[in-house]
């Protein structure tokens, strides 16, 4: 019935017009910026640690605050949207988001470097609800929402992907500020074209925004997401910390327990939990959080293979991930035409198939030692279903919602899809390292001195290192460790594999099975 009405609804509905697909490719702007920014430091880490000097600390934090802080302050920023409207809320943002830029790119210390990454995880944690959130207002028409977030969706992964690129780009000429300032041309555009072509809201609500809530989240998130991370990364240095970084997890989780305790009480919540009793919304959310956990760890382990194993360069590596990107796009682009064909929930029930199949395939062509540019056409099938499944499951999360909560629904969806892959990457990490220091254990290296093996077990790269020092022995050790990471990576897709059938039929069954008999 309730499909029947929403189908209805679709029909009737006004379509847009050239404004409003212009206003589409304003949008895009600060999503590419926002995406850009995760990852468009890579190749200037070197310059900025020879001009500003940074600890090895420092460094950490410049890199991964921006990140940090955004995860960490999208449930308020969702719930701001809704107050004061979207509209409002991006443009505040991208005006914050262009001078923090600035600032970033003039920094004269590593204190002001990291003080500016943090403001702009703030400013950036602003545009994201508001981007999707503007989608619902905008694209009322069933196919045509579909289309514009699956193009918005695949922004967010060219920006990530070209981000690199173009950081490596611009540090052949400029200076390693520029890489901030490439931000401010495309959100002056935005600030420039908003107020012609994106609808304002006129209505404000009344409503207050509990501050202890406010406080709540951004703790919470921001403990989980930083545990989260560095357990992924403390296999580089051989797990020390490890417990530290699983306690903030847990205190996180601990402080998100008592943040829903609040918004149950509140009669004007920070967060509606009955945003998540929709069961469209729920379902959603929890394919995210598992496409992120099995396609985000098979994908990291990958770009670890292709530099460990392959012995390729970080920027030849990288090109190698592209057939991924790119088919991941045109899955996204794909999506609302399935759903069009199929309906929505059996679209995202034939993606995440598709991903659960590549994910199980990647398995057996590592199991079978195929070359590096093999691997990475039979992982770019996971990455056609994780587009087609990823877009559509935004929008059944954006639509699901009512209209005067998109922003908070939106929120939502990237605080599942941030801890996704969070974990997709803590977890490729910890299974790979269990698996090599298995398979490290219970080889015969009868041929290498003692303490030369010990060495070797602890990381991948202790096992390089000593590999390639070694005058005697070190092409069996250099055989044994890539043989190690060969089957941390094939172990973790046969994994993913098998959880990525399980979503498939938990969508079949509490999405399509109830949908058609609802009819």
């Known amino acids: 019935m309730e499909t029947s009405q929403a189908t209805a609804t679709s029909a009737t509905a006004q379509k847009a017009t050239a404004k409003e697909w212009a206003g589409l490719v304003l949008l895009a702007l ?3 910026a926002l995406s850009t920014d995760l990852t468009v430091l890579f190749f200037a880490l070197p310059t900025i640690s020879a001009d500003l000097e940074p600890s090895a600390t420092q460094m950490l934090w410049i890199t991964h605050v921006y990140g940090f802080l955004i995860a960490g302050f999208l449930v308020t920023a969702g719930r701001v949207g809704d107050r004061i409207g979207p509209r409002r809320l991006l443009m505040a943002g991208a005006a914050a988001f262009a001078v923090l830029s600035v600032v970033a790119a003039y920094s004269t210390s590593p204190e002001m470097l990291i003080a500016a990454r943090a403001a702009l995880g703030v400013a950036g944690a602003t545009l994201m609800p508001s981007l999707f959130s503007m989608l619902r207002t905008m694209f009322r028409e069933e196919n045509q929402r579909r289309m514009a977030i699956a193009i918005m969706f695949s922004m967010f992964t060219v920006g990530g992907a070209v981000g690199p690129l173009l950081g490596g780009a611009l540090l052949e000429f400029f200076w390693w500020g520029s890489v901030f300032l490439i931000n401010v041309p495309p959100l002056v555009l935005l600030l420039i074209g908003a107020m012609l072509l994106l609808p304002g809201r006129s209505d404000r609500e009344k409503t207050r925004i509990d501050l202890l809530s406010v406080a709540l989240s951004v703790l919470g ?14 296999h580089e240095n051989g797990g020390d910390n490890l417990w530290a970084y699983a306690l ?3 205190a996180g989780a601990a402080v998100m327990t008592l943040f829903v305790l609040r918004q149950r009480r509140l009669s004007e919540p920070l967060f509606d939990l009955g945003l998540v009793k929709i069961r469209a919304i729920a379902v959603s959310l929890v394919c995210l959080l598992l496409m992120g956990l ?3 760890g098979i994908f990291y382990l990958f770009t670890q293979y292709l530099q460990w194993v392959g012995g390729f360069s970080p920027l030849h590596a990288g090109f190698w991930t592209l057939p991924y990107i790119a088919v991941n796009i045109l899955g996204a682009v794909l999506a609302p035409g399935v759903a069009q064909r199929v309906s929505a929930p059996k679209a995202v029930v034939v993606g995440i198939l598709i991903a659960g199949v590549g994910a199980g395939a990647f398995a057996v062509a590592t199991a079978m030692g195929v070359p590096a540019p093999l691997l990475a ?3 770019a099938v996971a990455g056609l279903g994780h587009g087609i499944a990823g877009a559509l499951v935004s929008d059944l999360i954006i639509s699901g919602a009512p209209e005067e909560q998109a922003g908070s629904a ?3 969806q990237e605080v599942g899809g941030e801890l996704g892959s969070a974990l997709g990457i803590a977890m ?3 299974v790979s390292v269990l698996i090599y220091r298995s398979v490290m254990g219970g080889a015969d290296l009868s041929e290498i001195p003692e303490g030369q093996t010990e060495a070797a077990a602890e990381s991948v790269h202790h096992g390089v290192t000593t590999a390639e020092g070694l005058e005697i022995g070190g092409q069996a050790l250099l055989e044994t460790v890539h043989d190690a990471v060969s089957s941390g990576q094939q172990v973790y897709a046969t994994a993913a594999s098998l959880v990525l059938v ?3 039929v938990m969508v079949l069954l509490t999405l399509v099975r109830k949908t058609s008999k609802g009819r």
Do not use: C, R
């Open 410 to 412: 939106a929120s939502a």
């Open 428 to 430: 490729g990490g910890t």
């Open 30 to 32: 600060p999503m590419m």
């Open 221 to 234: 998130m921001l403990a989980i997401v930083y545990g989260i991370q560095e357990i992924a990364a403390s």
């Open 377 to 379: 056409i039979v992982i």
């Open 248 to 250: 903030s997890v847990i």
């Open 294 to 296: 099995s396609i985000t």
């Open 502 to 504: 399980a979503v498939a």
